[in-house]
């Protein structure tokens, strides 16, 4: 059995876990706005641990006024971030500081007088937090976005532009459209490249991975959306499973048709799999002694 040279909670969310297991122990009961991570089995632990969740902002006037309530890595928005701090509660901020910064740089450009441009999903909740602390910025998914029209127009004015990015863009979508921009008449253009590696690095050493092994286990919620690009990734390589836990395991994967045992299987996992849940699906593999 191999394991993957990067996999699992990727420091952002590591940070808002150990957090959390901090607050429960000095508080008990721990309130998050929103999910921290989608993955079952940490929300069930948490949970019986004093995690309770809420997902409105009108829930926040039923808690306790001394509640403790910790947000997401990915952020919330600004608006939501002023009403949870006016509420009198007790706020822990979880935002990731990766993400924390595309704020940081944003700020400074727009201060700087330069029109801000962000690249990114303009739906993911990292975005939707990161375009509330901007003034009207412009967004940008795809090369493609730079041929509409209120785009086009809207940067046929810009002389200075600053350029931030959404922590998970792939380079190669970044290049393109900065290779666009370039040949716009902008007469400066001054980027930060506010990219976090962590999602590149599970996804390149799990295909590093998948080309080594005859099987592979992609471990993490069936919810979490990094875990299931890194099951597509491996599964275009090598025969793949995407389980949440060892329980989720046949041990007919790891035979072939004549009977004979595969002889390598590789393990990775999404940025929010818990630690725990990994090492129960080693234990099982080195039970079977795979
Ligand atoms: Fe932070 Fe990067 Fe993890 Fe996002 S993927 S939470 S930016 S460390």
Not at 69 to 75: C, E, F, P, Y
Not at 82 to 90: E, F, H, P, Y
Not at 163 to 186: E, G, P, Y
């Amino acid at each position: 059995m191999l394991l993957a040279d990067s996999y699992g909670f990727c420091y952002g969310v590591k940070r808002v876990v150990d957090k959390l297991n901090e607050l429960l122990d000095q508080h008990g009961n721990v309130y998050t706005y929103g999910q921290l991570i989608h993955n079952n089995q940490f929300t069930e632990r948490m949970t019986q641990r004093g995690m309770k969740l809420i997902n409105e902002l009108s829930e926040i006037e039923t808690l306790p006024k001394d509640a403790v309530v910790l947000t997401r890595a990915h952020g919330v928005l600004k608006d939501e971030m002023d009403s949870l701090q006016k509420s009198g509660r007790v706020i822990v901020d979880g935002t990731c500081p990766f993400v924390k910064a595309v704020h940081i740089k944003a700020s400074v450009l727009e201060n700087e007088g330069y029109t801000v441009l962000l690249i990114g999903d303009r739906n993911h909740p990292e975005v939707r937090s990161a375009l509330s602390y901007m003034n009207d910025p412009i967004i940008v998914e795809s090369p493609e976005d730079l041929n509409r029209p209120e785009i086009r127009d809207r940067l046929s004015q810009v002389k200075r532009l600053g350029v931030v990015m959404q922590t998970t863009q792939s380079a190669d979508n970044v290049s393109q459209i900065l290779k666009h921009l370039l040949d716009m008449s902008i007469d400066e253009i001054k980027l930060f490249n506010t990219r976090c590696n962590a999602t590149e690095e599970r996804q390149t050493a799990a295909q590093r991975l998948a080309h080594k092994v005859d099987v592979m286990l992609v471990i993490g919620g069936k919810h979490s959306a990094n875990t299931r690009r890194l099951y597509q990734l491996c599964s275009a390589i090598t025969r793949s499973y995407h389980i949440e836990t060892k329980d989720d395991i046949h041990k007919e994967w790891f035979y072939r048709e004549d009977g004979s045992p595969v002889e390598r299987v590789g393990i990775t996992a999404g940025a929010s799999t818990p630690d725990w849940v990994i090492r129960d699906v080693v234990d099982y593999l080195n039970a079977l002694q795979l």
